[in-house]
């Protein structure tokens, strides 16, 4: 309780006047190079618009997307995926105030975020889950029981042998939040006939997906949009055993690359699911850097390449917030909802 009320007021703090002057502050001297901040986004749209969409993996609006990249562009200095990878390995040192834009998922609402990058000319990383593009009828997890839960008719299910009440919408996003706690549990072949008979319960209303096709990927691929691989079916990959993750990791990279015509270097693991094992054999297949959803800074000189920190954007991230995560010796302050 008292951290809780703790943190609300240092948050009220970070987003006042007040506070942005004190960010100033230790903005300026926080001036090391070779750290890199890397943001995460899913997706840049109104949530109004999408009510169909687990609202958790929401970022920003087009607008907010605008404004904060006018602040990042004053206070921060945006690189590219090969600036990062020629720093992992060497060959130069990154400047300070580095920070690496990185979207995961490939939804279609990032032509609205591009839209911003482009004609400011930054670099901006796209995750993919390969299995995706060109079949609308495989949905993420997710946004599956989301919808399922939010349109079905039935008050209550049953989870565990406990009753779920489904009457009004904060039992619903309860009971989205206990089932997605549950999904990330199990291992990952249960976890999906668990979903599909879970849906199926509910009398899922169910809706296309809203991942780019492989022709839009290609073209924002040749607009200068670097591509990652993020697994061919977005399992967790610490909930599958180690030669289908090595398949996983393998097969999105090389779909990637056949597809795109690009090399593909970097990995981002789905929902952070990663060990010891699999961040080895991401090395061993030739990956240079792989991302978690571990909030963190990372200093270039001393990281683990194969388990890069990120800064999850979420609907209650403010710009103030954002760049006081990015400070390397302040950020411990209440994250954004953890990201599927
Ligand atoms: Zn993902």
Redesign the pocket.
């Known amino acids: 309780m008292i951290k809780t009320v703790f943190s609300q007021c240092a948050l009220s703090l970070v987003n006042s006047w007040a506070g942005s002057s004190l960010l100033k502050t230790l903005e300026s001297r926080d001036s090391c190079d070779n750290i890199l901040r890397v943001i995460t986004y899913?997706r840049v749209d109104l949530p109004s618009d999408n009510p169909h969409l687990y609202p958790g993996v929401h970022s920003v609006t087009p607008d907010q997307f605008a404004t904060q990249l006018d602040q990042l562009q004053a206070c921060a200095q945006i690189v590219s995926l090969d600036d990062v990878l020629d720093a992992l390995e060497g060959r130069r040192r990154l400047p300070a105030k580095s920070v690496l834009i990185t979207f995961?998922?490939a939804y279609q609402n990032f032509e609205a975020a591009w839209k911003h990058l482009k004609s400011r000319d930054l670099p901006v990383v796209l995750?993919v889950?390969t299995s995706f593009p060109d079949h609308p009828e495989r949905k993420?997890w997710w946004d599956r029981v989301h919808w399922a839960i939010q349109s079905t008719p039935q008050t209550q299910i049953t989870l565990d042998g406990q009753p779920l009440l489904l009457s009004d919408r904060k039992h619903k996003a309860d009971a989205a939040r206990l089932i997605a706690a549950k999904v990330k549990e199990l291992p990952h072949r249960d976890a999906m006939p668990w979903i599909d008979t879970l849906c199926e319960n509910l009398q899922e209303d169910a809706r296309p997906n809203e991942v780019l096709t492989w022709q839009r990927l290609r073209e924002l691929s040749a607009e200068g949009v670097t591509m990652g691989a993020?697994t061919h079916t977005?399992p967790l990959m610490n909930q599958v055993d180690l030669e289908e993750a090595r398949e996983e990791a393998v097969r999105s990279r090389d779909e990637l690359q056949s597809r795109l015509g690009t090399e593909i270097r970097s990995f981002?693991y789905?929902?952070g699911g990663v060990s010891d094992e699999v961040a080895a054999m991401l090395k061993d297949v030739g990956y240079t850097a792989a991302f978690t959803t571990k909030r963190g800074v990372n200093n270039l000189d001393n990281c683990d390449p194969m388990r890069l920190d990120r800064i999850n954007v979420g609907g209650r991230t403010s710009t103030n917030v954002l760049r006081m995560q990015f400070l390397s010796y302040a950020r411990d302050l209440k994250p954004a909802r953890q990201?599927?």
Do not use: Y
Request: glycine share 0%.
């Open positions: 899913h995961d998922d995750f889950p993420f993020h977005h981002c789905p929902a990201p599927a």
